[in-house]
C-alpha cells in the first residue's frame, strides 16, 4: 500500500509548553488511524500540523515522499487543497443551504462547470445515502445526516486524505456506527487515508491503527 503521510518526531512548543514532544505517525492509502488521548494531550495540534494549517517546531513530514515542510506557504496551501479533505468541529455545515449545496461549495470557485459539479455532488451523495436528501435544508437534517453532508462535502475535492476532528462526537451509537461503515467504505473504494481525533473507543474498533497520544508522544495500541 502507497504511503500518503509520514511524520518523524514532531514537536510542537507554545512559549514554554511542549505540546507535542516527538510524535511520529504513517498513514497508507486505504487505512484509517485513530488518534485518542486525554483532553489537552494535542489531538487538535496533531490533526492542524498534518493538514498544514500549523508549523511544528521540529521534525519531518512527507506527502507522497515530498517534504512538505520545506514547501513555501503557496505551495503548502495548494497542496492542502489538492490533498487534504477537512472535516473540522469547526466547520460544520450551513444550515440554511441545501444538502446539495454544502456539498457544492467547494468547487463553486473552482472553474468545474455547473453540469459536472452537479453530477459530482449527486454521485458523493449516493455514496453516503443522502441522494433522496439533495434538496433539503441542512438545519432539518438529524445529526448524523448532517456529519455525512461534512463527508460528502471534503471528498469533492478528490483528496488523497480525509482529517477529521471527532466527527461522531455528537452522534448516538447507531449512528457512529453508520458514520463509521461510510468511512471504511470510503477507505476501501477510493484508496483514500482517514486520519480520524476521537475520544470514542468504538471509533477506534473501525480503525486499522490507533495512536494514543501520552506526554506528547503517540504509542501505537
Ligand atoms: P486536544 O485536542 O488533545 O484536547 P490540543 O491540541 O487542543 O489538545 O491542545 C494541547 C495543549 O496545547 C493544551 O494544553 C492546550 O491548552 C495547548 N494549546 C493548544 N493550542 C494552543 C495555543 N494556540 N496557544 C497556547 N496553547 C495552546
Known amino acids: 500500500m502507497e504511503e500518503l503521510l509520514v511524520a518523524a518526531d514532531i514537536v510542537k512548543n507554545y512559549g514554554a509548553y511542549q505540546a507535542l514532544r516527538g510524535v511520529s505517525l504513517t498513514l497508507h492509502a486505504g487505512r484509517m488511524a485513530a488518534v485518542m488521548g486525554p483532553s489537552g494531550c494535542g489531538k487538535s495540534t496533531l490533526l492542524l500540523i ?11 513530514y512527507t506527502g507522497l515522499g515530498r517534504d512538505l515542510l520545506s514547501l513555501d506557504a503557496r505551495e503548502q496551501a495548494l497542496f492542502r487543497r489538492q490533498f ?28 468545474v462547470p455547473r453540469k459536472e459539479r452537479l453530477a459530482r455532488v449527486r454521485e458523493l451523495l449516493e455514496s453516503v445515502n443522502l441522494a433522496g436528501k439533495a434538496q433539503a435544508r441542512s438545519n432539518l437534517l438529524s445529526g448524523g445526516e448532517q456529519q455525512r453532508v461534512a463527508i460528502a462535502r471534503a471528498l ?28 471504511r467504505r470510503v477507505c476501501d473504494n477510493l484508496a483514500v487515508g482517514i486520519i480520524i481525533v476521537t475520544h470514542d473507543p468504538q471509533v477506534a474498533d473501525y480503525c486499522d491503527t490507533v495512536y494514543q497520544l501520552r506526554d506528547g508522544r503517540a504509542i501505537v495500541a
Open 84 to 111: 487534504f479533505g477537512f472535516i473540522l468541529q469547526s466547520c460544520a455545515v450551513f444550515s440554511y443551504s441545501t444538502v446539495e449545496e454544502n456539498v457544492e461549495f467547494p468547487l463553486m470557485y473552482s472553474g
Open 50 to 60: 498534518l493538514g498544514l494549517l500549523q508549523k511544528p517546531d521540529g521534525g519531518t
Open 156 to 183: 469533492i475535492g478528490n483528496p488523497r486524505v480525509l482529517l477529521a476532528d471527532e466527527p461522531t462526537g455528537q452522534l448516538d451509537g447507531e449512528n457512529t456506527k453508520k458514520l463509521m461503515a461510510h468511512f
